[in-house]
């Protein structure tokens, strides 16, 4: 096995509270080959954005760390672009310039022949050549998260982190971007770190689909490797007994071993409330 490109160790993450420390995170081991393509699912609140955060370097670990490349992570940088589930584009640049900015990044003394020709390659990758002079309040939802992808793109990053990219679309969009990902992602050979909320989406398009168990210190539960060969076709899949298998799989970890947390979890909010309540 070859050096992986990332290398997460023991990383943790406790948050001051008003409350005292609140330990997210614990003993986060997770070691990603280049042109992996990873998903992190939990329920809501285990700590995906968290780990996320932490190799994109908006957060520092207060335990252990990121390695990528050879080189401990401490701060943003261009080799880790980030795709937020709510669109982050300039709204006052059209998508052209939106996509311009990411590229100058790395034009390094190109001249502008080169960058706009790039621009185009990465506005055509997302479909998106004909909107580049609107604004993004003139796009659709689904249009602004293709530019994101294609800005992150054009950052020609090692690693691609997305939380949750695809959450907030309708499902045909949704279909859509992610058959774009798994084509761009099969031409790019990027390392994708994907965020989602949809056992579907994740069995789909990942190589490995890790499982994170419920907070607090949250901490990877299971790693799921999806063996289905590339391309991979939606259609195809539905009636696939392997990708069933992997399905049932991921629903099991999250609805059986990771249910029973959740719920006495909120059962026991709910008791305080009671208490609250009475007292
Ligand atoms: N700055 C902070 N201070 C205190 N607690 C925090 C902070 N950021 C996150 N947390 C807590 O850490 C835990 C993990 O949060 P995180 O946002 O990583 O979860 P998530 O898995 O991404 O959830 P969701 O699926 O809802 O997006 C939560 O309990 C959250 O309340
Ligand atoms: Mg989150």
Known sequence: MSKPLLDLTQLGMRFPTPQGEFVALKNVNLQIQKGEFISLIGHSGCGKSTVLNLVAGLHFPTDG??????????GPGPERAVVFQNHSLLPWLTVYENIELAVKQVAKGKDKAWVKEQVHHYLDLVEMDHAADKKPDEI??????????????????KVLLMDEPFGALDALTRAKLQDALMAIQAELNNTVIMITHDVDEAVL??????????????????????????????VAMADNPQYQKYRQAVLTFLYEKQAKNELSGSVEISKQKDAKKSA
């Open 65 to 74: 760390g990121v390695i990528v490349d050879g080189r401990e992570v401490d």
């Open 205 to 234: 398009l990942s190589d490995k689909i890790v499982m994170m168990t419920n907070g607090p210190a949250a901490t990877i539960g299971e790693v799921l490797d999806i063996n289905l060969e590339r391309p991979r076709n939606r």
């Open 140 to 157: 659709s939802g689904g249009m602004k998260q293709r530019v994101g992808i294609a800005r992150a793109l054009a950052l020609k990053p």
